[in-house]
């Protein structure tokens, strides 16, 4: 079971979660601020350097214009890209032009389920089909309704959905969305997907969560061997 740690902001908490045993981590930066607690350039580039090298190096962005994230990743690169604004604001089509520009690099597709309502009233498969030519990896995560970027919120939603969208698709799916030490082994079991994602839920539950030292050692190390022993 894979285990990706996001909201890292310091090379120390990079190598602290890798050492719990997370093998992704994942850093939200950009030259354009979208997101609260978003790194600059110079920033992401110090942690995807300073981490052990058996980590894999995860790039998030909310923007969705290409030119725009081609310069971030001219600046830092990631071993994965992690589309997680408006899906709708970048086609399959301009995904693969990225991927054009930046050979070698991983596509990681944030894919929106609405909590509170039904599969058939949402858009998340057809999603999958749109972009699983396109994508190395799904995340599948919580999105608000009125919120354009996915995820990050610490909500949960139906635990079913993501189960036939790992059904439904051979690309690997990793599950997130208000999971935590107690209810991630349930997930896992439910799901059967490839990996996990935690941020808000192994973060500080106090002043210091708005902090570059943001993760909190006792939460991740919880969070890991829960799924890790799941």
């Given at each position: 079971?894979i ?15 890798v ?9 939200s ?44 990743l ?5 071993d ?95 599950i ?37 030292r ?17």
């Amino acid at each position: 079971m894979i285990v990706q740690i996001y909201g890292i902001r310091t090379v120390e908490d990079a190598r602290m979660v890798v050492g719990m045993g997370a093998e992704h981590i994942g850093v939200s930066y950009g030259h354009v601020k979208h997101t609260p607690g978003q790194l600059t350039c110079e920033q992401a580039k110090e942690i995807f350097e300073g981490v052990q090298p058996e980590a894999v190096r995860i790039g998030l962005t909310c923007a969705t214009d290409i030119d725009e994230i081609s310069e971030d990743l001219r600046a830092a690169l990631p071993d994965v890209l992690h589309l997680s604004g408006d899906i709708d604001g970048i086609s399959p089509e301009q995904v693969a032009e990225l991927k054009g520009r930046f050979p070698g690099l991983k596509i990681m597709q944030a894919l929106p389920v609405l909590a509170g309502v039904p599969i058939e009233e949402q858009k998340v498969l057809d999603y999958v089909r749109s972009y699983e030519g396109v994508s190395d990896f799904f995340l599948i995560d919580t999105k608000a309704v009125d919120a354009e970027d996915i995820g990050a919120t610490g909500l949960t939603h139906d635990r079913s959905i993501d189960r036939v969208i790992v059904e439904s698709t051979d690309v690997p799916c990793i599950i997130a969305g208000g999971l935590d030490e107690k209810n991630v082994a349930d997930a896992i079991h439910e799901t059967h997907p490839y990996g996990v994602d935690s941020f808000t839920c192994t973060n500080y539950a106090d002043e210091r969560a708005n902090t570059l030292r943001c993760k909190d050692p006792e939460k991740v190390e919880a969070f890991v061997k829960a799924a890790k022993n799941a």
